[in-house]
């Protein structure tokens, strides 16, 4: 028999679990603060529950605990890149970084990917599957850990596509920012899809208050095509919509992010069109100088035609920042890490 992911549940799942197996109520209570808020990874360590009921719940349960097995430090701005083993043996990446405002984590949702964006090293080898809410969740407590800092900020752009794990990424929601457990605003959460436009308004609807951050990265619907193969699926006029849609239901500034590709989507011409497309939506640009990976020819937009794009955009009253590259001098783009450990494991 499969066991109860019990680092999945929420404190209402976990007393009715409590319950079932003939335990009080109370103790639902004290569990899920050994697991949510001290971070424990083991039964035995939670002191003030007997050792009768720590073993039926090691016996009958799963606490999710990942495992380090490298972690990159950057002697530029300490930015982290760590690598964790799943209880399967799959392996995700996860980034810490470090800003004045605190330390902001970057999770992957999914091992590997489906969505096929050109130049992204995530979904290089496809999806092995989506990640439990407590596979995502224990990125934060073991980087929390590991640090030994409250973590303040999350954001969903690691590996994978989120809304393509949706009931569970909601479901890593609603712990993440419970009051019993780590208890983060919504508000410092940000969220990142390719735009699947169902579940963008079905999110939009859920009216919950974190930031959506949606993968444009072009001004029209063939350059799109060429460079995201979910735009097959739905035209960018119809993402444009379910962002309009998000902003109108929550209230939210959305993002928008905007890698900038060498020749490809970074001309005045670009600019222009991308000004037109967002014009009168509550939204912030966000650019980011695409990071090549070997198995694509996309190159970098020089610096001086990022900084003639971003100008075109303020000229034209759009919000825009450049994302500065964190942790320069270690492996570079989201799933390099981990497809440079897969590699290196599937030729020895
Ligand atoms: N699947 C989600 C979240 C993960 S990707 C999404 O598509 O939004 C996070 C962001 O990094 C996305 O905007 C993605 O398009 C971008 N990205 C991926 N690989 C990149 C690369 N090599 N250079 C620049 N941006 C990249």
Redesign the pocket.
């Known amino acids: 028999m499969e066991k109860t992911d019990i680092k999945s549940m929420n404190l209402e799942e976990l007393i009715s679990y409590m319950e079932s197996i003939g335990e009080k109520k109370f103790r639902a209570k004290q569990i899920y603060q050994w697991i949510h808020q001290k971070g424990v990874d083991r039964f035995d360590d939670m002191s003030n529950i007997s050792k009768a009921l720590r073993e039926k719940l090691e016996e009958n349960t799963h606490l999710t605990a990942l495992k380090k097995i490298d972690v990159q430090i950057s002697k530029i701005d300490g930015t982290r890149k760590y690598l964790f083993a799943l209880d399967d043996g799959n392996v995700i990446e996860s980034v810490l970084m470090k800003y004045k405002h605190g330390n902001s984590v970057c999770i992957s949702s999914q091992v590997g990917?489906r969505?096929g964006?050109r130049?992204?090293?995530?979904t290089l080898d496809g999806l092995v599957r989506g990640l439990t809410p407590a596979e995502m969740l224990d990125q934060i407590y073991q980087i929390g850990k590991d640090i030994g800092e409250r973590i303040s900020n999350v954001v969903?752009?690691?590996?994978?596509?989120?809304m393509d794990n949706f009931d569970n990424l909601i479901k890593f929601i609603e712990l993440l920012t419970d009051e019993n457990g780590l208890n983060i605003s919504q508000r410092n959460l940000t969220v990142?899809?390719?735009g699947l436009v169902p579940r963008m308004k079905q999110l939009a609807d859920m009216k919950l208050q974190i930031t959506l951050?949606l993968?444009l990265?072009a001004s029209n619907q063939e350059k799109r095509k060429s460079l995201m193969p979910i735009a097959n699926k739905y035209d960018i006029s119809e993402v444009i919509d379910a962002c309009k849609y998000y902003v109108e239901v929550t209230n939210r500034r959305i993002t928008f992010?905007y890698?900038l590709v060498g020749g490809v989507n970074d001309t005045d011409e670009d600019a222009k069109e991308l000004s037109a497309l967002v014009r009168n939506i509550n939204c912030h640009i966000n650019l980011?100088p695409?990071?090549?990976?070997k198995e694509r020819d996309y190159v970098q937009s020089n610096a001086k035609v990022i900084s003639a794009f971003k100008n075109k955009l303020e000229k034209n009253g759009i919000n825009v920042t450049i994302r500065r590259e964190m942790g320069r001098d270690i492996d570079g783009?989201?799933?390099q890490l981990r497809k440079k450990y897969i590699d290196r494991k599937e030729t020895t």
């Open positions: 990917c969505m964006c130049f992204c090293a995530s969903v752009m690691g590996t994978g596509e989120p990142s899809t390719c951050a993968s990265h992010e890698s980011i695409v990071n090549p990976i783009a989201c799933g």
